[in-house]
């Protein structure tokens, strides 16, 4: 399984555009790149996800290195709301309609100060 | 939108007692996980299911059985808990297709004592 990389925690300031850099060398070819977050005493939370395009919605704007073999999710002007355990995740498997594994990491905890 | 419903939120259990741990979603996926979380670590992958009556053994799977009897229900059984055993146990649905999304419920949060 490919596996990411992410740094243990980061700090900002609301109102600050945020960027949560992931690393996944050995991503293959059809592997989606996922972030979810996490906030305390609930469940991950879907953001975004991407193949090789940026994306972007509502919660946030993913840049997908041209290689693939990093990604950078961009929270613009984060509030309190934002503070959260953020995860990078591949997906694992292959096939529509196949069950497949999604493992995560312990993602990187971003602390947003007022 | 659907929902993800974990019961019991929180399940307080003897050392070596068989633990049953239930998740319900209204979603109408198919495909059901059981993650384990520990404090300040990743999920960990206990069991999925992708249709009903299937299982598919996770990273995680010794120690637990599974049970998918409908497609809307996905239950964990801890067969024998450890002292001093804390962790959540997180349930979660996905989309179909070949890019997934999950929804996860609240979790359930185990104490053994």
């Known amino acids: 399984d490919a596996k990411t990389t992410q740094p243990d925690s980061m700090e900002s300031t609301e109102g600050e555009t945020v960027h949560l850099p992931c690393s996944h060398a050995t991503i293959s070819g059809n592997e989606y790149i996922y972030w979810y977050r996490q906030v305390p005493l609930q469940g991950p939370e879907y953001v975004t996800h991407?193949?090789?395009q940026n994306t972007t919605n509502s919660m946030a704007f993913l840049a997908i290195a041209s290689d693939r073999k990093s990604s950078t999710l961009i929270l613009p002007h984060v509030s309190l709301r934002d503070a959260a355990v953020y995860h990078c995740?591949?997906?694992?498997?292959?096939?529509?309609?196949?069950?497949?594994?999604?493992?995560f990491g312990k993602g990187a905890k971003l602390t947003v100060s007022p | 939108g659907g929902i993800i419903t974990q019961t019991p939120k929180f399940l307080i259990g003897q050392e070596g007692q068989k633990l049953t741990l239930k998740c319900q979603q209204n979603?109408?996926?198919?495909?059901m996980y059981w993650y384990r979380q520990d404090s300040g670590k990743g999920l960990r992958l206990i069991y999925y299911s992708i249709t009903e009556n299937d299982l598919q053994k996770g990273d995680l799977s010794e120690g637990y059985d599974a049970s998918r009897e409908k497609k809307s229900s996905f239950s964990l059984t801890v067969t024998s808990a450890q002292k001093n055993e804390m962790a959540v146990f997180l349930c979660?649905?996905?989309?179909?297709?070949?890019?997934?999304?999950?929804?996860f419920g609240s979790g359930t949060r185990l104490t053994v004592l």
């Open positions: 995740i591949l997906r694992v498997g292959r096939g529509q309609g196949t069950g497949s594994k999604l493992s």
């Open positions: 979660a649905s996905r989309t179909g297709g070949s890019a997934e999304t999950l929804y």
């Open positions: 979603f109408n996926h198919d495909t």
């Open positions: 991407g193949l090789q």
